[in-house]
């Protein structure tokens, strides 16, 4: 969608005569349905001096102009284009409008700078990088301009910044992004004028702009090739076994639902570990290298950053980010807008939408909606906060709204928790999810660990760490997480005073999961639901604790930044026993959650000294059933079971 288009002629008119803010402002209320006229004025400015820009005469008269190009399937949006010909290929150029007066550098980061915007200092993304993933996005994934040949050319104008020596917007640490996409600055509109030259000598015979407008949604073939490569040489996304089987299958009836008229969704349950996260990747990948307009989606953004960073390579993160979208983000998508998207964490989807949960109506129908064929990948017992609806039962109700065929299935085999479907079992009964036959029995292979003192944990954490970085440490989210310490790692969030132990949350900026140095900080729920590790070291906090025989729950321990159970106190007040079954389910499902992140090994602390014992009880009865001979392990247990009865 465009907002205005025209020649250049036309816009400098249209500038000079002051009407084109006015037409701005009717052609938004018409194609968006809302704006205000001190939204379109405060462009006012930004237009005046491209209107500077364009009155060259160099520049051809029928050179095309457009404003406000949103780009497909996102939100982004291009402030101005121009389009012509050089003499020997069509060219758009992409030009992004900043009015900053001022930068700061951020040497810690790549491509971000700090400039005041919204009322304060903030970091935001480097214009020249800005405009230049724009561009990256619309070659990616525009039809047009791949098989047409259309050249992208990117740059940024910052009008009322004026440059000093040594500056740094210029500055050597952003040389890689200017050489892509220059920046040119307050007393440059000839250096401007000289760049759109380059590419704009003739004017715009084939309605370029129409063509990008209208273009059809597919990947590049680099960008499929590249994606193939990456997940070939990445040994992370290997499947196995059932998981090969299982997504054959997947993969094949995805194609055909594509093709077909009628709506389809795929339904897949399965617990920890069992591979669905693997299996997402591989069908954004190989679904996508189909020529098909596929999106991975999660409500968790740690899943889709982790599994973004680990397929980036040879690519810049531009390319790979755009594969990956919050399930917030399809509340105004049109109906079948997307090939396949492939919905993993299913269970922690939420009905409404938006930073203040007022956008939309039910993420699961929306998605469903948005696309021929979607693809859920769901474990119901990791819905860890009052806002989880996501369920089959939903997903059947929805599916049956848009009459859809639905296609479900269950991931029976156990990946993570070294193929112990036995552990799985065993931690539900300890934990009191439910009553299982593994009272007993986690498996041999597996390597469970009581501590008496957190700080040995860590310390052993950290040593498995050295070998490969896949070692870190949780907890439940009974510690405040102040919004001003966020990225102080020398403040500790986590205290234990009578174990002399402390320890940071994880950072907010950092990539937890993969960074080297956060084997030393703890991750929450929010920051390890969706990933795996090979050893996980976890605090049990004052939220799940020891009774009259019993693993209990306190929701009252939670910390108040949690936003986990928000609003369960003004439902204990309405329905107090309603509230508390939630209560007890989301905490004791927190816990099943993160002590199934270890593929190799749990460890565990309870602040609680009476569940750190039941703990360590549970275990010695453990060894004590390895010790018996089958008959003996029958004849015991039997006796407990009538004894519990």
Same mark, same amino acid.
């Given at each position: 969608?465009?907002?205005?288009?025209?020649?250049?002629?036309?816009?400098?008119?249209?500038?000079?005569?002051?009407?084109?803010?006015?037409?701005?402002?009717?052609?938004?209320?018409?194609?968006?349905?809302?704006?205000?006229?001190?939204?379109?004025? #405060?462009?006012?400015?930004?237009?005046?001096?491209?209107?500077?820009?364009?009155?060259?005469?160099?520049?051809?008269?029928?050179?095309?102009?457009?404003?406000?190009?949103?780009?497909?399937?996102?939100?982004?949006?291009?402030?101005?284009?121009?389009?012509?010909?050089?003499?020997?290929?069509?060219?758009?150029?992409?030009?992004?409008?900043?009015?900053?007066?001022?930068?700061?550098?951020?040497?810690?980061?790549?491509?971000?700078?700090?400039?005041?915007?919204?009322?304060?200092?903030?970091?935001?993304?480097?214009?020249?990088?800005?405009?230049?993933?724009?561009?990256?996005?619309?070659?990616?994934?525009?039809?047009?301009?791949?098989?047409?040949?259309?050249?992208?050319?990117?740059?940024?104008?910052?009008?009322?910044?004026?440059?000093?020596?040594?500056?740094?917007?210029?500055?050597?640490?952003?040389?890689?992004?200017?050489?892509?996409?220059?920046?040119?600055?307050?007393?440059?509109?000839?250096?401007?004028?000289?760049?759109?030259?380059?590419?704009?000598?003739?004017?715009?015979?084939?309605?370029?702009?129409?063509?990008?407008?209208?273009?059809?949604?597919?990947?590049?073939?680099?960008?499929?090739?590249?994606?193939?490569?990456?997940?070939?040489?990445?040994?992370?996304?290997?499947?196995?076994?059932?998981?090969?089987?299982?997504?054959?299958?997947?993969?094949?009836?995805?194609?055909?639902?594509?093709?077909?008229?009628?709506?389809?969704?795929?339904?897949?349950?399965?617990?920890?570990?069992?591979?669905? #996260?693997?299996?997402?990747?591989?069908?954004?990948?190989?679904?996508?290298?189909?020529?098909?307009?596929?999106?991975?989606?999660?409500?968790?953004?740690?899943?889709?950053?982790?599994?973004?960073?680990?397929?980036?390579?040879?690519?810049?993160?531009?390319?790979?980010?755009?594969?990956?979208?919050?399930?917030?983000?399809?509340?105004?998508?049109?109906?079948?807008?997307?090939?396949?998207?492939?919905?993993?964490?299913?269970?922690?989807?939420?009905?409404?939408?938006?930073?203040?949960?007022?956008?939309?109506?039910?993420?699961?129908?929306?998605?469903?909606?948005?696309?021929?064929?979607?693809?859920?990948?769901?474990?119901?017992?990791?819905?860890?906060?009052?806002?989880?609806?996501?369920?089959?039962?939903?997903?059947?109700?929805?599916?049956?709204?848009?009459?859809?065929?639905?296609?479900?299935?269950?991931?029976?085999?156990?990946?993570?928790?070294?193929?112990?479907?036995?552990?799985?079992?065993?931690?539900?009964?300890?934990?009191?999810?439910?009553?299982?036959?593994?009272?007993?029995?986690?498996?041999?292979?597996?390597?469970?660990?009581?501590?008496?003192?957190?700080?040995?944990?860590?310390?052993?954490?950290?040593?498995?760490?050295?070998?490969?970085?896949? #070692?870190?440490?949780?907890?439940?989210?009974?510690?405040?997480?102040?919004?001003?310490?966020?990225?102080?790692?020398?403040?500790?969030?986590?205290?234990?005073?009578?174990?002399?132990?402390?320890?940071?949350?994880?950072?907010?900026?950092?990539?937890?999961?993969?960074?080297?140095?956060?084997?030393?900080?703890?991750?929450?729920?929010?920051?390890?639901?969706?990933?795996?590790?090979?050893?996980?070291?976890?605090?049990?906090?004052?939220?799940?604790?020891?009774?009259?025989?019993?693993?209990?729950?306190?929701?009252?321990?939670?910390?108040?930044?949690?936003?986990?159970?928000?609003?369960?106190?003004?439902?204990?007040?309405?329905?107090?026993?309603?509230?508390?079954?939630?209560?007890?389910?989301?905490?004791?499902?927190?816990?099943?959650?993160?002590?199934?992140?270890?593929?190799?090994?749990?460890?565990?602390?309870?602040?609680?000294?009476?569940?750190?014992?039941?703990?360590?009880?549970?275990?010695?009865?453990?060894?004590?059933?390895?010790?018996?001979?089958?008959?003996?392990?029958?004849?015991?247990?039997?006796?407990?079971?009538?004894?519990?009865?």
């Amino acid at each position: 969608m465009i907002i205005y288009e025209s020649t250049k002629t036309d816009f400098v008119s249209d500038v000079v005569n002051e009407e084109l803010v006015e037409r701005l402002y009717h052609s938004y209320k018409e194609k968006i349905g809302r704006t205000s006229i001190q939204e379109i004025k #405060s462009w006012e400015n930004s237009l005046q001096r491209m209107s500077n820009v364009m009155q060259d005469g160099d520049i051809p008269e029928d050179a095309c102009v457009a404003i406000e190009f949103n780009i497909p399937n996102t939100s982004k949006r291009v402030d101005f284009l121009i389009s012509g010909n050089n003499g020997i290929e069509d060219h758009v150029i992409i030009i992004e409008l900043k009015q900053w007066s001022e930068v700061a550098k951020i040497e810690e980061q790549d491509a971000i700078v700090s400039t005041y915007i919204g009322g304060g200092k903030r970091p935001v993304t480097h214009p020249s990088y800005q405009a230049w993933s724009y561009a990256a996005l619309i070659e990616d994934f525009n039809e047009n301009v791949q098989k047409q040949h259309i050249s992208l050319n990117p740059c940024a104008y910052l009008h009322n910044y004026r440059k000093e020596t040594d500056d740094p917007l210029t500055a050597t640490h952003y040389e890689e992004h200017l050489r892509k996409a220059p920046v040119f600055t307050k007393g440059e509109i000839g250096k401007l004028r000289t760049f759109i030259k380059k590419y704009i000598v003739h004017g715009d015979k084939k309605n370029l702009i129409y063509e990008i407008e209208n273009g059809r949604i597919r990947p590049s073939k680099s960008l499929q090739d590249s994606l193939s490569s990456m997940l070939k040489g990445n040994e992370e996304f290997t499947m196995i076994d059932e998981q090969k089987i299982f997504y054959e299958q997947a993969y094949q009836l995805a194609l055909e639902g594509v093709h077909s008229d009628q709506k389809h969704v795929m339904a897949v349950e399965g617990g920890p570990g069992t591979g669905k #996260s693997v299996m997402a990747v591989h069908l954004l990948v190989n679904l996508i290298n189909q020529g098909l307009n596929v999106l991975y989606v999660s409500k968790n953004s740690a899943p889709r950053t982790v599994y973004a960073s680990r397929l980036q390579r040879t690519m810049k993160k531009t390319h790979i980010n755009n594969l990956f979208k919050g399930s917030g983000s399809f509340t105004t998508s049109e109906t079948n807008e997307f090939d396949v998207i492939v919905v993993d964490e299913a269970h922690r989807l939420n009905e409404k939408s938006g930073f203040y949960g007022n956008q939309g109506e039910n993420q699961v129908k929306e998605l469903i909606n948005a696309a021929k064929f979607t693809m859920f990948f769901i474990d119901e017992k990791q819905r860890v906060t009052l806002k989880d609806i996501g369920s089959m039962e939903l997903i059947e109700h929805y599916s049956e709204e848009r009459n859809a065929q639905l296609i479900t299935g269950k991931l029976a085999s156990q990946f993570r928790c070294d193929g112990s479907e036995a552990y799985i079992a065993w931690l539900e009964d300890v934990l009191g999810i439910r009553d299982t036959a593994n009272k007993h029995d986690y498996g041999m292979d597996y390597d469970f660990r009581v501590y008496d003192s957190p700080n040995r944990m860590l310390h052993d954490i950290e040593e498995l760490n050295k070998k490969n970085n896949k #070692s870190r440490m949780l907890a439940g989210y009974c510690w405040e997480w102040p919004t001003g310490e966020r990225k102080n790692t020398d403040y500790k969030d986590i205290t234990i005073p009578d174990r002399e132990f402390e320890i940071s949350w994880n950072l907010s900026d950092s990539i937890w999961a993969i960074d080297q140095e956060s084997v030393s900080e703890a991750g929450c729920i929010h920051t390890a639901q969706g990933l795996e590790f090979d050893y996980v070291g976890v605090i049990i906090g004052p939220d799940l604790y020891f009774n009259e025989g019993e693993v209990k729950t306190d929701y009252l321990k939670r910390a108040k930044s949690d936003q986990s159970l928000r609003g369960i106190k003004k439902m204990a007040k309405e329905d107090p026993i309603k509230a508390q079954q939630i209560a007890d389910d989301i905490i004791r499902n927190t816990y099943r959650t993160l002590m199934t992140r270890g593929q190799k090994g749990c460890f565990i602390f309870c602040t609680d000294p009476e569940l750190n014992k039941y703990f360590q009880e549970r275990m010695e009865k453990v060894a004590l059933y390895d010790n018996l001979s089958p008959g003996e392990y029958s004849r015991v247990a039997e006796n407990e079971r009538n004894y519990s009865n």
